[in-house]
């Protein structure tokens, strides 16, 4: 038994092939925008979490460029990450007096480069919390310690260990008396956000000193 196949035939089906493979590699005509920096607006509100009054301001980024998908990605997780604030002060905050103040501030301090770094700040009546991330503006996900300083993530952890460990025995008084052994055996709590002066590093209040000496950072280059 013989099998053939026309010349016509052959190129139907590499011309199909060739489109399969074209829709693999843009996903299935999804979007793929690399952005150097994107537009910044503030969105303030006030909102009640339960019975306390709560005022939000974050940003709401655009842009001129073809990046629909990317830009609401974006600003869904910055809406996110305020109504998560809401829910926290609502769960945790219940009985707080009229005249504390519960307040969420979200900065954006770097805008450039294909990234975009916002930090936290949270006020909870007298507690104070930070916290920050870079967003990368191809995919907006969040980077990795690793890819801001570029570098594997394990050298990158070793490095801030080292450089933070450093401060540490050079001002051994602001900080508590473990809190080189804080910082080793919990670096996946570790917040990191890039700016003008370099990668600002610092641990969640409380953790390595004392609350009242607010957020410890340093700056590595």
Known sequence: MKFGMRLGSVRRIAGLLLILIALLVTGCGGESVALDS????????????????????????????????????LNQQFRNDAEDFVN?????YADAQ????????????????GMISVVQGQRCGDDYFQYAATYSLTDGEKMTLGELMDMKEEKAEEAVIKQFGGIIQSYPDAFHADAAEYVNSH?????????????GVFFPVGTIADAEMGVQEMVMQ
């Open 38 to 73: 994107v537009d910044v607006e503030m969105h303030q509100e006030s909102c009640m979490a339960g019975d306390v009054s709560v005022e939000l301001s974050y940003p709401v980024v655009s842009s001129s460029e073809d990046a629909g998908q990317l830009v609401e990605k």
């Open 88 to 92: 926290l002060v609502a769960e945790q």
């Open 98 to 113: 009229a005249n504390e103040s519960f307040s969420y501030q979200a900065d954006v301090l770097y805008n450039q480069d």
């Open 187 to 199: 670096i996946d709590e570790v917040q990191y956000y890039r700016y003008s002066e370099g990668l």
